[in-house]
């Protein structure tokens, strides 16, 4: 086999691409930008990366020198050749007084090794055969319908108590999948009994992973390509979500007093609140990049925004943010003070309240919600309606007073007036918010059929409208694949890359991650690689030119 792979040593030189630096640094930032995969890694670096069983080869390739100089960089690349082959290579620096060529290592992936450790393998078998033996049907009387459902679904999310409680499931009733959450506890307490910890099973193409967090257990399966950081994260997520309809503090001291306790007492009615969390979760880019997508809008109209409400909101007392949001993107955040930033997953959150809730399209709504990541212990008070029926965009006015409802009534009042005659800025939300950008054109490069940018300093993202051959539902779907497998190799827990360049049968995947910023784009099949390393640097120019519009670069606050 070494033989056979010894000539696909693929590594590209730093220089290759430009290095863009974006214009929104740390002092302007409006988000925490810390990486959300961060603790994440930190929990699963000790353990081998179980999207794949990894073997190491070692190959001593001689004679690859070309498109090397003295002081290039090779970084990391995986390039796959065949359907089941993907090569990666470890980050190599390039000195003066080193060698003019890199020798990387070379890894080999294939989805099963005769020489596995078979212990290990028999102990997935035997868990996964005990779920699957829980989720079959022993008869319609039993089990209903409803376990066909969940059978038939991609992805799954369960949410229990420690004693077993059923609290959530994604499909199905949790009443006839009582056996399956019996079943669940059992696993995850035997392990922890042994001092160790539940953390995936693999069973063919089904991942399922565990998240215990005291006093909830959440589990996720999953056929789809996401990784187990992926659904570790969306787990937190979900997690995150009961947490602001109960507070971290609370929720461990019903269960303090009352281990058996059934959550889905307080839970009830905030059912449509983790479902949406779900499909948002699977259809948009914002969870899986840790980052919030902005409205592209001029950047005069968006400070005649913020101007706007900073004129109207600086005497209120006790108000924290204010937030404009539409088309589950961001138009404007502002903060009374610049030591307060808010996580993007807390944000990914209020988008959620918002296309939870379709009473502020009608009223103004009322509401207490706690931010995990801003405050875990306590509640805001959140005063939420869209500005009016010709523009539907939702402003949150988040305020630890539980009593100024009228107060912020008022003020937005106010704002919507001032926008509506301030040069018609209403006008301009509304046609921001109704118009789509031809992003591929403006790049000039035809080899390029989709793209993501993040802004890693900013926790914030853009990317390229759905064109051909992505433009229906099952063509988005298999987009948001191909990003889950790229970003799931970029981000691996044991091995990340820098660069990654993926050739299948239909489109090459290409990705880039610098401390700056992340690039991930689908290419055509027969793209050469002079033609990726033009297509980067015109993704990051174009980027570079609209990053006034499609980024948030000045600090919202006073």
């Known amino acids: ?77 995986a390039v796959e050749a065949q359907p089941d082959l993907v090569f990666g290579s470890d980050l190599v620096n390039i000195t003066q007084d080193q060698l003019s060529f890199v ?43 409803d376990s066909l459902l969940w059978k038939n679904q991609r992805k799954h999310f369960f949410v229990l108590s420690e004693a077993g409680k059923p609290i959530y499931t994604r499909h199905g009733n949790e009443e006839q999948l009582v056996t399956l959450f019996g079943v669940m506890q059992a696993l995850v307490s035997f392990v922890e009994d042994g001092e160790d910890s539940m953390d995936m099973i693999l069973a063919g193409d089904t991942k399922f992973v565990f998240l215990h967090k005291t006093p909830l257990i959440l589990v996720a399966v999953s056929k789809m390509k996401d990784s187990v950081l992926q659904l570790l994260l969306q787990l937190e997520y979900i997690y995150n979500q ?23 007492r307080l839970l009830a009615g905030s059912e449509r609140l983790m479902d949406n969390l779900v499909n948002y979760m699977d259809n948009d880019f914002s969870v899986l990049l840790g980052a919030v997508k902005c409205l592209p809008m001029p950047a005069s109209d968006r400070d005649a925004v913020t101007q706007t409400i900073h004129q109207q909101c600086h005497r209120i007392k006790n108000l924290v943010f204010t937030v404009l949001i539409g088309n589950n993107q961001l138009i404007s955040l502002v903060r009374v003070n610049k030591k307060h930033l808010l996580h993007p997953s807390d944000v990914h959150l209020i988008i959620n309240l918002v296309n939870s809730s379709e009473t502020f399209k009608t009223a103004e709504g009322w509401t207490p919600i706690c931010l995990p990541h801003f405050d875990p212990r306590s509640f805001l008070y959140v005063h939420a309606s869209y500005l009016s029926e010709d523009c539907q965009a939702c402003m949150l006015f988040f305020t630890t007073d539980r009593d100024s409802f009228f107060s912020l009534s008022d003020a937005k009042k106010n704002i919507v007036d001032r926008l509506r005659r301030h040069n018609s800025i209403l006008e301009s939300i509304t046609l921001a918010l109704n118009s789509t950008c031809p992003i591929i054109s ?18 914030q993202y853009t990317h390229a409208n759905n064109g051909p051959p992505y433009q229906h539902e099952q063509g988005q779907l298999y987009l948001m694949d191909l990003y889950r497998h790229m970003h799931g190799r970029m981000h691996s827990a044991s091995r990340p890359l820098k660069t990654m360049c993926h050739t299948t049968e239909k489109e ?28 980067a640097n015109a993704v990051l120019k174009w980027t570079k030119r609209e990053e006034e519009t499609h980024f948030i670069t000045t600090s919202g606050s006073w």
């Open 242 to 264: 009961i947490s602001s309809v109960i507070t971290r503090a609370h929720l461990e001291k019903i269960f303090e007093q009352r281990r058996n306790y059934d959550l889905r």
């Open 508 to 535: 090459i995947l290409f990705g880039l991650v610098t401390p700056s910023y992340e690039l991930y784009m689908v290419l055509e099949p027969m793209t050469t690689k002079p033609a990726i390393m033009n297509a």
């Open 1 to 77: 086999m070494a033989s056979e792979i010894a000539a696909c040593e693929v590594v590209f030189p730093l220089n290759t691409v430009d290095i863009l630096e974006t214009a929104t640094d740390a002092s302007h930032a409006i988000l925490d930008s810390s990486d959300p995969y961060e603790n994440l890694n930190n929990l699963t670096a000790a353990r081998t990366n179980c999207d794949s069983n990894d073997v190491s080869l070692n190959i001593q390739s001689h004679g690859c020198t070309d498109g090397f100089r003295n002081g290039d960089v090779g970084l990391e690349i």
């Open 103 to 145: 020798r990387p290592r070379v890894y080999l992936e294939r989805e099963s090794f005769s020489n596995q450790n078979e212990d290990s393998m028999s102990r997935t078998a035997n868990a996964s055969s005990i779920l699957e033996e829980s989720c079959s049907p022993a008869g319609d009387e039993e089990s209903g319908s």
């Open 442 to 459: 403006q790049l000039g490069c035809a080899s390029v059929r989709h793209f993501v940018y993040k802004s890693r300093l900013s926790a």
